[in-house]
C-alpha cells in the first residue's frame, strides 16, 4: 500500500512531475547522443541536486538513468552506434531494420519492450524490496562484511574484459578511499603531508572527472567520426507503423527478457549491458526464426531492450538494502543520499520508507512518461541529434564540469581532483582497466572497513570469524565462486579464438 501513498504524493505535485518530465526528455536525448552516457550526465547534473529537496534530486537523476537507457536504442538503430553500452545488442537487428526503411517500426518495437521490461523491473523491486531489507537487519559486521567482500570480487572480476585489469581497477578505488584520517585512530593515511588530502577525496568531483571529463578525453581523442542518421521513412505508414499483430511474437521474448534483466540487476557490478546480450542470445536460441536474427528481425530489437530496462528497478535493491550499488548510477546514487544526510541499507525503510517509495512511484510515472514521448517522438529526438555538432558539445560538456567541480564544495582543490580524476579515466578505457569498478569500488570501501572492524572486535579468534559464521562463510563463498566462474569462461573463450585461428 506504502507505493499507493507514493504515487498520491508525486501525482499531487506540479514541481515534482516537472521534475521527472525533464529527466525524461534529458537523459533520452543524452542516450541518444553516441558516446555520451546516462552515467556521465548524472554525475556532471549532481552538484545542481544539492539545492534541490531529497526527493526531486533523486528522482531528477533516477529517471534520467531510466530513460537514458531507453536512449541508447535511438542511436543503435538510426546511427549504428549504440548510445550506450546496453544497446549494442539492439543494433544487430535495430539498424538492418532501419536500413530496410522501417526504422519508425523498430523505434515503436524498442520503446513499447523498454516500458514493459521497465515496469516489470520496477515493479519487482517495489514487491522485494521490503522484504529484502528485513533480512538485511538481521545480519551482523562479519555478515555485512562478507557481503562487501563478495562484492568487489563479483564488481572486479565480472565487469570489463580481463580479470585481473578489473580487480586491480577495484582495488585502486579502495586505495584511493583510504586516503585521508584513520577513522578510529585519526592517524593520515596516504596524505604525502598535503592538509587538502587529510579530508580524504570527494565523491563527486571523483566522478565528474571518471566519468565525463575522462569521456570527453575519448571523444577528443576520436574526433572526426561523424554518426550518419538513416532516414525514418515517416511517410510510408505500412513500413513504419506497428500493428499488434506483428508485435505479439515478441511478448514471450519481451516476457522472458524482463526477468532475465531483473535477475541480473539484482547482482551487483554485471549491469544491462550483460542482460541485453543474455537476453539476446537466449532469445534467438528459442526463436521459431532465428536464421532472420541479425538480419532486421523484430524480436532481435524486443529483447535485448526488455532486458536492459529492466535491470533498471532490482539494481537499486542492494543500494537501498545494503548499501552496496548494483551499477554506476547507483553509485552516484549514494552520493545524493550521503549529501542530503540520508542513510542508506537497512535502516533506511524504518526513517526514510515514505521517500523510498515515493521514489519509486517517480520511476513508474517516468517510465511511461519517456514510453509516450519515445513512441511518437523518438524520430525527432535523433534527428535533434544529428543537428548538435560535437565541435560545440563537448566544449560545453568540458566547461560544465569545471563549474559542477568547484560548486559541490566551493573548493579549488576539487578541481584538481576531477581533472587528476579525468586523465585516469581517460587512461584506464585506454588501458582496458574499469572506471566503473573503480568508482563503485570507491564507494564501497568505507562501508567494508567500518563492518571489517567492528567483525574483529567482536571476535575472539581474529579472522576466523568470517569462517565460523555460515552467512558470512556463504558470501565469501559466492565471492570466490564467481571468480572461478569468470576465469574458466575467460579461459574458454581465449581457447575457441584460439582453435578457431589455428
Known amino acids: 500500500m506504502d507505493i499507493f501513498a507514493g504515487l498520491a504524493t508525486v501525482l499531487s505535485d506540479p514541481a515534482l512531475l516537472g521534475w521527472v518530465f525533464l529527466a525524461a526528455i534529458v537523459g533520452m536525448i543524452v542516450g541518444a547522443i553516441p558516446g555520451l552516457t546516462a552515467s556521465a550526465a548524472i554525475a556532471m547534473l549532481l552538484p545542481l541536486t544539492f539545492y534541490m529537496d531529497p526527493l526531486p534530486a533523486l528522482a531528477f537523476l533516477y529517471v534520467i538513468g531510466k530513460s537514458g537507457r531507453y536512449g541508447g536504442s535511438i542511436a543503435a538503430i538510426l546511427f549504428n552506434t549504440p548510445g550506450t553500452a546496453a544497446s549494442a545488442a539492439t543494433q544487430l537487428d535495430g539498424y538492418p531494420l532501419a536500413r530496410q526503411g522501417k526504422a519508425g517500426k523498430a523505434m515503436k518495437v524498442a520503446t513499447i519492450s523498454s516500458v514493459i521490461g521497465d515496469f516489470t523491473g520496477e515493479i519487482l523491486l517495489i514487491v522485494g524490496v521490503a522484504w529484502i531489507a528485513s533480512i538485511a537487519l538481521k545480519l551482523g559486521p562479519p555478515e555485512l562484511f562478507a557481503v562487501y567482500f563478495a562484492a568487489f570480487i563479483v564488481i572486479g572480476s565480472v565487469i570489463g574484459k580481463s580479470v585481473t585489469r578489473g580487480l586491480a581497477s577495484a582495488a585502486l578505488g579502495v586505495l584511493v578511499a583510504m586516503i585521508g584520517l584513520d577513522p578510529i585512530s585519526s592517524t593520515e593515511r596516504f596524505t604525502f603531508g598535503s592538509f587538502d588530502l587529510t579530508n580524504g577525496i570527494s565523491l563527486v568531483p571523483l566522478m565528474i572527472g571518471i566519468f565525463v571529463l575522462g569521456e570527453v578525453f575519448t571523444q577528443i581523442e576520436e574526433r572526426g567520426v561523424k554518426a550518419e542518421m538513416m532516414p525514418t521513412g515517416e511517410s510510408d505508414a505500412d513500413r ?203 564507494v564501497l570501501a568505507s562501508g567494508a572497513e567500518e563492518t571489517f572492524r567492528q567483525a574483529l572486535l567482536l571476535s575472539d579468534n581474529g579472522l576466523m570469524i568470517f569462517v565460523t559464521r555460515p552467512i558470512a562463510l556463504a558470501f565469501l563463498l559466492i565471492g570466490f565462486a564467481a571468480l572461478f566462474v569468470r576465469i574458466r569462461s575467460v579461459h574458454k573463450q581465449a581457447r575457441s579464438v584460439a582453435l578457431r585461428d589455428a
Open 240 to 442: 513504419n507503423g506497428l500493428t499488434w499483430a506483428e508485435y505479439r511474437p515478441c511478448m514471450p521474448h519481451v516476457i522472458r527478457s524482463s526477468f532475465i534483466g531483473a535477475f541480473i540487476g539484482m547482482l551487483p557490478g554485471l549491469g544491462s549491458a550483460i542482460a541485453a546480450f543474455v537476453a539476446y542470445g537466449e532469445g534467438k536460441r528459442r526463436a521459431k526464426n532465428p536464421d532472420k536474427w541479425g538480419q532486421g528481425a523484430l524480436e532481435g530489437v524486443a529483447a535485448p531492450e526488455a532486458a536492459n530496462n529492466a535491470v533498471s528497478g532490482p539494481s537499486m535493491a542492494p543500494l537501498l538494502t545494503l548499501g552496496i550499488p548494483g551499477s554506476t548510477i547507483g553509485a552516484i546514487l549514494i552520493g545524493v543520499f550521503l549529501i542530503h544526510g540520508i542513510q542508506i541499507g537497512p535502516t533506511m525503510f524504518l526513517t526514510s520508507r515514505d521517500l523510498v517509495f515515493s521514489l519509486f512511484a517517480c520511476g513508474l510515472i517516468g517510465i511511461v512518461m519517456y514510453g509516450v514521448i519515445g513512441y511518437f517522438g523518438a524520430a525527432y529526438v535523433g534527428r535533434f541529434i544529428t543537428r548538435i555538432p560535437t565541435q560545440v558539445l563537448y566544449p560545453i560538456i568540458f566547461l560544465t564540469s569545471f563549474v559542477a567541480a568547484y560548486t559541490s564544495r566551493g573548493n579549488l582543490f576539487d578541481v584538481y581532483v576531477m581533472v587528476a580524476a579525468g586523465f585516469a579515466g581517460w587512461a584506464m578505457r585506454k588501458l582496458d582497466f574499469n572506471p566503473a569498478a573503480f568508482v563503485i569500488s570507491f
